[in-house]
């Protein structure tokens, strides 16, 4: 059964940084492409990143503030947040395409506010 579970929010100032966490189990991990995804209120899911092997791939709102990386020993995808925003915040999800269905995991809140 295929289980991904995110940590890593919380509330932070402008400028600050995060980094969250999408441990895995239940699949491959290496053998598969990881994204994370955000959603704010009244607005529609976004892709945010993209890794599959040592491939990357960022949406042009995060281009060199996020990097996304993976741990391949414990199953674990990150997201390293810097230079946050107001507009990034958001409901971060994990996601994954695996036995010919989309994954999610509960997600993880992100506020970034003074």
């Known amino acids: 059964q295929v289980q991904l579970v995110e940590s890593g929010g919380g509330l932070v100032q402008p400028g600050g940084s995060l980094r969250l966490s999408c441990a895995t189990s239940g699949f491959t991990f290496s053998s598969y492409a990881m994204r994370w995804y955000r959603q704010a209120p009244g607005k529609e899911r976004e892709l945010v990143a993209a890794?599959?092997?040592?491939?990357?791939n960022y949406a042009d709102s995060v281009k060199g503030r996020f990097t996304i990386s993976g741990d391949n020993a414990k199953k674990t995808v990150y997201l390293e947040m810097n230079s946050l925003k107001p507009e990034d915040t958001a409901v971060y999800y994990c996601?994954?395409?695996?036995?010919?269905?989309?994954?999610w995991g509960q997600g993880t809140q992100v506020t970034v506010s003074s």
């Open positions: 890794i599959a092997g040592t491939s990357t």
């Open positions: 996601n994954t395409y695996v036995q010919r269905r989309e994954h």
